[in-house]
């Protein structure tokens, strides 16, 4: 079920998703994250799994983004529940990734001053599962939830719940090449979520700290929503 | 007194609004309110008095630049003075509080990932770091502090920092040898971490913290430094039970008394 409500960032992730599928794979940019994790997608997933989201890139805007973010896969249902306190009022493009290690401040390696995307999938490497409206799919949906202070006495934050069918994601995931920045399963592949990392993105385009110039973005995203801002390990409860 | 009405005649009906804060005031000045909590909020008229709100609990409504654009108080003190509570004493303890040496970095890094990581979202740093250092000391008895980070008006105007004060514990630990200080911040940090790596993450220009033992230093607030730094023992979870240190008050809090706990566990877990 594909969601034609679509904002920026669905156009944005179908372009990533597009340019993944020609890029014929990339081998040469792909980080080792890939490589070194594959082998453990044959393992059970099921069971729940518990995130702590810790910040980095803050000298953005002022704010600490932190949260938690649970997930849960029950026979064939994946459901996953992410939320970022402290957070501004933008969208957050958010993936589980294939890689084991959280990009921090240290991974700043053109020593810019911040951690681009780029820069994040070269130690996380490249995206596997986006969190946004359409959990089925690796392409589909593309509405990434967005920083808002509908409860009241609350701070601004991002809210996230999904469920989805494990089957219809172990499919999609399994069609189609990857590339640079978005990974693949070999058919048959089952996910061990336990190690994995999830990447969330995105602050205000009105930045205290200027985002400058060299900071890389991927598939023309704009970089204030492509910079990432917090990252975590995922760990089977 | 004009001022202070207008900004009660306010509409709380969050359309302006971008963020709620409930919490009692601190302290205002340079044109910030700093909350309890820890949050800021920015005054445009800097000569706004909120004196009328400073004895309870506040409701507060911030725009998306943190600016403050309403604020109520919400009811009045019931708490009783801190001044009277047991859990202080008049003058510096005679038996000053020592931390317990952690034998190494291995079993530092054991206590970060005993951190309980089922706290409840938007909680309080200070509520946080408490239970964190009294469920340590309750599971192997090790005494820790606290280490507190205050940023000055000049830095939390400069970069639209949203907050004052942060808090999380500190452990002394034995390092092949030598006794190191590290931060356990488990929100927001991926394990036990130097006061330097730990006050890198807010202060944006990586200057250090200009450590005191008196919270006036910071209050009279030299434009000169981004940030104080205060390191006490665990009991100490606001900044303004480190206040009440210096004269007149003189009292320094030496225990936690279970209400206290339950209340951040409530708060927090």
Redesign the interface.
């Known amino acids: 079920m594909k969601s034609n409500k679509t904002a920026v960032l669905l156009a944005l992730s179908m372009s990533l998703a597009g340019s993944c599928g020609k890029s014929g794979g990339g081998s040469s940019k792909s980080p080792n994250p890939q490589q070194e994790t594959v082998q453990d997608l044959a393992q059970a997933p099921e069971g729940s799994y518990r995130s702590i989201i810790r910040p980095f890139n803050t000298k953005l805007n002022g704010w600490i983004p932190a949260g938690i973010a649970d997930i849960k896969i029950v026979g064939d249902q994946v459901q996953v529940s992410l939320q970022l306190d402290d957070d501004g009022h933008v969208n957050h493009f958010q993936n589980i990734h294939i890689g084991t290690k959280c990009p921090t401040d240290k991974s700043d390696f053109n020593g810019d001053g911040m951690v681009d995307i780029n820069e994040a999938y070269r130690v996380a490497g490249p995206a596997l599962i986006p969190l946004d409206n359409d959990l089925d799919s690796q392409v589909g949906g593309g509405v990434f939830p967005m920083g808002s202070n509908r409860e009241p006495g609350r701070f601004y934050r991002s809210v996230y719940n999904e469920t989805g069918s494990y089957k219809k994601l172990m499919a999609d995931l399994s069609t189609g090449t990857a590339g640079p920045s978005l990974a693949k399963l070999s058919s048959g592949d089952r996910i061990n979520l336990a190690g994995k990392v999830i990447i969330i993105h995105g602050t205000e385009a009105n930045t205290a700290t200027p985002i400058p110039a060299s900071v890389g973005t991927i598939n023309n995203m704009p970089t204030h929503l492509s910079i990432p801002i917090a990252c975590g390990v995922i760990t089977k409860d | 007194m004009k001022t202070l009405i207008m900004l009660g005649l306010f509409s709380f009906s969050?359309l302006l609004?971008?963020?709620?804060?409930?919490s009692r005031i601190h302290s205002v000045e340079e044109g910030l309110v700093k909350f309890e909590n820890g949050?800021v909020a920015f005054l445009e008229d800097a000569n706004l008095d909120l004196s009328a709100l400073s004895d309870g609990t506040v409701?507060a409504e911030l725009d998306?630049q943190s600016n403050l654009i309403a604020a109520r108080k919400v009811h009045s003190p019931t708490e009783k003075s801190i001044l009277l509570d047991p859990i202080y004493i008049q003058g510096p303890p005679t038996s000053p509080f020592v931390p317990t040496i952690v034998p190494s970095m291995a079993e530092a890094v054991n206590i970060f990932n005993r951190s309980n990581?089922r706290?409840k979202?938007?909680t309080e740093c200070s509520d946080r770091a408490h239970v964190w250092a009294h469920d340590e000391f309750k599971k192997t008895g090790t005494k820790s502090e606290k280490v507190f980070v205050f940023f000055t008006a000049s830095y939390i105007n400069r970069?639209?920092?949203?907050?004052w004060f942060h808090v999380a514990p500190l452990y002394t630990v034995n390092v092949n040898g030598s006794t190191q200080k590290f931060v356990m911040d488990?929100?927001?940090?991926?394990g036990p971490a130097t006061i330097k790596e730990w006050t890198?993450?807010?202060v944006?220009t990586k200057r250090s913290c200009k450590m005191t033992t008196r919270f006036s230093e910071y209050d009279v607030n030299p434009q000169t430094e981004e940030c104080y730094m205060m390191i006490d023992s665990m009991h100490y979870r606001l900044p303004g039970e480190l206040q009440t240190q210096e004269l007149p008050a003189n009292k320094y809090k030496v225990g936690t008394t279970p209400a206290e706990l339950k209340g951040c566990y409530n708060r927090t877990f």
């Open positions: 969050g609004s971008a963020e709620t804060i409930s949050r409701i998306a990581p706290f979202r938007a970069v639209r920092f949203k907050w488990y929100l927001f940090m991926n890198d993450l807010m944006f």
